[in-house]
């Protein structure tokens, strides 16, 4: 597939954004940050630097510097190793002396994050920065590639339709292939196949790749994570299939579930409640409503079937470039209830119900916010596939 990314269009918005908060220079080290400026797949501990008057360049480890720079639309890409002269910090303030960044407002990337991807400035980076560049003031830029990355380019809502669709056909290949006595491992081994076979970079390494929960296993309490195991699948459990596609960097998180056999009635009511929360959900992914509503529509939907006390409280998050798995995640908390969702931003709507005894359904699906309300980019549908294996 040929998609054109306009990147001197997309420094210029970095830039405005910039001068918004009131910065100089932009030192980012978020792996969703360094990937969507580089445009290459940057694995490692590194730094991009972006000046106010066009400066931009990339920082990153020597043994990996060719090939980044041969992915990379730049050509400003430096090697760095830890040994002394060639420390990454002490590349990046040599730099920013040298081209006249080491005074004036410098932006970084401060905060935390459960996820180990997201890569904020380490406090020992950020004493050695502040104390390398005396005469420059430092301030929390976090808001600046948030604000950049929420709003998908045609290219990228093109290329996430793209990952979407690798997605879904692995889970229509392990639906032709399910039977009883196969292990999690297999399962997750048929759908990876699959999506290498369709142009599929990278499954992720966050979650363990391929989450594959079957039985008990899919029903931890407040359980959201499932590497997969040896454990063979039986006639009666329920089983939730999570692939995490990665097309030229974009990725797609996809979660469907499956009853192997006659479903019981409590397997039956778990469905019928999982469903009508989940469409609920992608419903309310309307262009113009803040996230807290969003949150509260499917929040009183699993009141009214009794079922909130089983569920996660977390409705989605943001989706888009490697790294890029979290901003804005759809919470009730003061980080995110006030952001308002805006057309063309692409979410990943997620709903995870656990009863004890009876089983666990997941939903992630890649949804696209119009003024109308979610278009779903995968296309699998949303009620769980009852196989009768």
Not at 218 to 229: A, D, E, K, L, M
Not at 355 to 384: D, H, S, Y
Request: proline fraction near 4%; glycine fraction near 8%.
């Amino acid at each position: 597939m040929d998609v054109n990314i306009d990147f001197g269009k997309r420094m210029d918005k970095i830039r405005e954004e910039m001068e918004k908060v009131g910065i100089d220079v932009l030192v980012a080290t978020r792996a969703k940050s360094i990937n969507y400026i580089t445009g290459a797949f940057v694995p490692w501990r590194s730094v991009v630097l972006v000046s106010k008057d066009g400066y931009v360049g990339l920082n990153t480890i020597l043994h990996d510097f060719s090939r980044v720079l041969d992915d990379s639309w730049l050509d400003n890409v430096t090697g760095t190793g830890p040994v002394p002269g060639m420390e990454l910090w002490e590349v990046t303030a040599r730099q920013m002396e040298e081209n006249g960044m080491d005074k004036g407002i410098v932006g970084i990337e401060l905060g935390h994050s459960p996820r180990v991807m997201m890569g904020y400035i380490m406090a020992t980076e950020r004493d050695f920065i502040v104390d390398s560049l005396p005469g420059a003031t430092f301030k929390n830029a976090c808001a600046v590639m948030d604000r950049v990355m929420y709003i998908k380019e045609p290219a990228e809502i093109k290329l996430l339709r793209q990952s979407s669709a690798i997605a879904d056909a692995a889970q229509e290949r392990v639906k032709e292939e399910l039977y009883i006595g196969m292990s999690e491992m297999e399962i997750a081994g048929i759908g990876e196949m699959e999506m290498r076979r369709l142009g599929s970079e990278y499954h992720w390494a966050v979650t363990g790749s391929s989450e594959i929960a079957s039985g008990y296993r899919s029903c931890y309490p407040f359980g959201g994570c499932n590497p997969p195991t040896e454990k063979i699948i039986q006639r009666g459990e329920n089983l939730m299939v999570d692939f995490h596609a990665t097309y030229k960097h974009y990725y797609s998180d996809l979660a469907h579930n499956y009853i192997l056999g006659k479903p019981t009635v409590e397997q039956e009511k778990l469905g019928d409640a999982y469903t009508a929360a989940a469409e609920k959900l992608v419903e309310s992914m309307k262009a113009g409503v803040k996230i807290a509503d969003v949150f509260k529509t499917v929040n009183d939907e699993l009141k009214r079937s009794d079922y909130e006390k089983y569920t996660v409280p977390c409705y989605g998050h943001g989706i888009g470039i490697i790294g890029h798995e979290w901003y804005p995640a759809i919470m009730d908390n003061d980080e995110f209830r006030d952001i308002v969702l805006e057309e063309n931003v692409v979410e990943v709507a997620f709903l995870q119900i656990n009863v004890p005894g009876v089983g666990g359904m997941r939903l992630e699906a890649e949804v696209l916010v119009t003024p109308k309300g979610g278009e779903m980019l995968n296309k699998i549908p949303i009620r769980p596939t009852v196989l009768d294996l």
